[in-house]
């Protein structure tokens, strides 16, 4: 490989990493609104970290850091910057393999811990704002009522509830979303793992052909 073929790995590097960094900002731009407006609340009490706000300004800020030692580490041909982001994209992929298999095997618990969290939710939707509106998103957008059915609503469902006697209930029709776009979901989870790797790839070709480089020139 040479002086050419290395300028053009190293600007497929930077480029393919710019795209993610401009992605990575809008992430964090779109995460750092919702936490200011507050349009979704919070749905899990016992889990008030866990609104869409914070998790899309955790994953745009993982983004633009992982992205900004790509950018830099090709741009600049600097092999502690290209070997910091192959780490960083290899701890990130172990953990989405570890979180993938965890789901897996822990599925069962996992949907009594949601069913429970939502039926303990649903309890506080007069007495917290924050849960009403989760809860007035939720119901809209998936034209659903309560967690089971409308009976769950005590004191009669809210006016987000859809009318009619066969709408479902939030965690089913949640349930039957997922399963119905599980192949979607499938192709969009190993398209993002083979982006990573091809990163890693890259990353690691360069800094190996920095290190030819080099030697060729008897630096």
């Avoid at 407006?37 to 919070?42: A, E, F, L, R």
């Avoid at 869409?52 to 992205?67: D, E, K, P, R």
């Avoid at 939030?170 to 091809?198: P, R």
């Amino acid at each position: 490989m040479g002086m050419s073929s290395l300028k053009l790995l190293k600007y497929v590097l930077f480029i393919f990493n710019l795209l993610f960094w401009v992605c990575g900002c809008c992430i964090l731009g779109f995460g750092i609104y919702f936490l200011v407006q507050n349009t979704y609340g919070v749905l899990f009490r016992n889990l008030p970290f866990l609104t869409l706000g914070n998790i899309l300004v955790i994953v745009g800020s993982i983004i633009m850091v992982v992205a900004f030692l790509g950018c830099m580490g090709s741009i600049k041909e600097n092999k502690c910057l290209l070997m910091s982001f192959f780490v960083l994209l290899l701890i990130i992929l172990l953990a989405e393999v570890t979180l993938a298999i965890l789901l897996f095997v822990y599925e069962q618990k996992l949907n009594t811990l949601v069913a429970e969290g939502l039926n303990d939710s649903i309890q506080h939707y007069h007495s917290d704002n924050s849960t009403m509106k989760a809860w007035d998103f939720i119901q809209t957008q998936l034209q659903c009522c309560g967690v089971n059915g409308s009976s769950d609503w005590t004191s009669g469902p809210p006016s987000s509830c859809p009318s009619g006697a066969d709408v479902q209930g939030c965690y089913n029709k949640a349930k039957s979303w997922f399963h119905s776009n599980f192949l979607y979901i499938g192709i969009i989870t190993i398209c993002v793992c083979v982006i990573q790797v091809l990163g890693m790839s890259f990353a690691l070709t360069l800094n190996c052909q920095i290190d030819k480089t080099s030697q060729a020139l008897g630096l």
